[in-house]
């Protein structure tokens, strides 16, 4: 499907009068084309309002609800997100370390640590091993992304270097909070480990996420207080509420 | 410690990834009502609509990752993926074999009242005004789409008119409620 088609769909997209095949075709064109997704987006609001009518819940729904939220808990990993390639990584690790462990022993470790982490909002990863179609698609989303990004009026880029002094990753940070990994040279990991990237606030590092064996494509947004500074560390696939490893790569933000 | 009130949906999916069911419980409170009134809407039906509601929450307990803080705000994710399910039930064949179209032209002309049906009605008066001053044939495109569940092909069908006319009415109706929303101060879904 080429822009003036997918162009002529979009506002028939917002409302699903679309078919799945048009969907797919549509949504592919859309992660790569700004204007469209930015025009979409725009649908989507007006869809938004329209859908917009609250109604009286119905007695016994939340009941209903909150009784089979484990059925379907497998414990396995989420799947990626396939149009906008955001995946929050706290999610993904939480949810990993879950799946071998209980979660009461978790939350007790976790303590302060858990507390803090809030400042963590989402972020995103890419997972290379699979989705290979999601992954391209993602890509040039995360391109455009960080271009944008580094075109912000105001933004800071944070230039991580290996204990060799060598700039191994790069990211930027824009005032409103949101951060991307620009670009890394950090060699890939084997698939049982991961890099996870902290912040150090207060002089206590927090988990901001999971960046990956292979980090390509990484997104967050920091609220509250800015970190000092931004560390990698290497940690099992599941990732660690604290760091278990020096840090391989570090950088300071400029004030 | 935050209360669990004051926080931010995108830190309530943060939560909810962490298996937090009071978080799960919060964002039920704060979208439940419009992620059911809009299944219920469009499915006409209070049970499948449940069910709708249903599957809404427990998909974002079991996947929190989908939901993008950058592309939107939640009560906007939820309630796209509640169309999109009650869309889906609506077009099933059973479904379909309840519908005769001619009924469905006539609900589509007659019976849209959104008024009596929302609690805010703020939003509710903004939202019926900028759908009056469509011309009516945008309207209606508009109604049999998105409250009736019909792709665009089916819609022509229905009015008996060409796919790319229907298609057009669709993205110009919808550009002009989006102006008059903003005029309005209506930005998507913020609550």
């Known amino acids: ?255 | 410690m935050q209360d669990i009130s004051e926080a931010s949906d995108a830190q309530l999916v943060t939560s909810i990834g962490r298996y937090s069911e009071v978080a799960l419980a919060e964002v039920y409170r704060r979208h439940g009502g419009a992620v059911y009134g809009l299944a219920r809407r469009v499915l006409n039906n209070s049970a499948e609509a449940e069910d709708v509601t249903q599957e809404v929450f427990l998909r974002l307990w079991n996947q929190p990752d989908r939901f993008d803080p950058l592309r939107g705000t939640l009560r906007s994710f939820l309630l796209a993926q509640s169309h999109a399910r009650a869309v889906d039930a609506i077009r099933s064949l059973n479904a379909r074999r309840a519908r005769e179209m001619k009924d469905a032209v006539k609900v589509a002309r007659g019976s849209y009242d959104m008024q009596h049906e929302v609690w805010d009605l703020s939003l509710a008066d903004k939202v019926t005004r900028a759908l009056e001053e469509l011309p009516e044939e945008e309207r209606r495109v508009i109604q049999l789409a998105y409250f009736e569940g019909y792709t665009y092909v089916k819609v022509a069908e229905i009015l008996n008119q060409p796919e790319g006319t229907v298609k057009s009415r669709i993205r110009t109706g919808m550009r002009r409620m989006r102006s008059v929303l903003n005029e309005a101060g209506v930005q998507g879904a913020e609550t």
């Open chain 1, 1 to 255: 499907m080429n822009h003036l088609e997918a162009n002529e769909l979009l506002a028939a997209l917002s409302l699903d009068a679309v078919d799945e095949r048009e969907r797919e075709e549509i949504e592919a064109h859309v992660s790569e084309c700004p204007k469209c997704r930015s025009e979409l987006d725009g649908y989507m609001d007006v869809a938004t309002a329209l859908g917009n009518s609250v109604e009286p819940i119905p007695e016994g729904l939340w009941n209903s609800i909150s009784s089979h939220i484990y059925d379907a808990d497998d414990g396995s990993e989420p799947s990626p997100s396939i149009v906008t390639g955001i995946v929050p990584i706290e999610v993904a690790a939480f949810r990993r370390r879950r799946a071998r462990i209980s979660t009461k022993p978790l939350l007790a470790t976790m303590g302060t640590v858990a507390a803090a982490i809030i400042v963590v909002l989402a972020v995103s990863l890419s997972d290379a091993s699979s989705h290979v179609s999601n992954l391209q698609r993602q890509l040039a989303s995360s391109n455009y992304i960080v271009t944008a990004a580094l075109s912000t009026p105001g933004h800071t880029l944070v230039d991580l270097e290996s204990s060799s002094k060598q700039d191994v990753a790069q990211f930027v940070l824009l005032p409103d909070g949101r951060g991307y990994l620009v670009s890394s040279e950090l060699p890939a990991l084997s698939s049982d480990r991961t890099y996870q990237l902290w912040g150090l606030i207060n002089g206590t590092p927090i988990s901001i996420g999971l960046m990956g064996a292979n980090p390509s494509k990484v997104t967050f947004t920091v609220s509250g207080a800015k970190p000092s500074v931004l560390g990698v560390t290497v940690e099992p696939s599941g990732g660690s509420p604290t760091p278990t490893n020096a840090m391989v790569a570090s950088g300071t933000f400029a004030d």
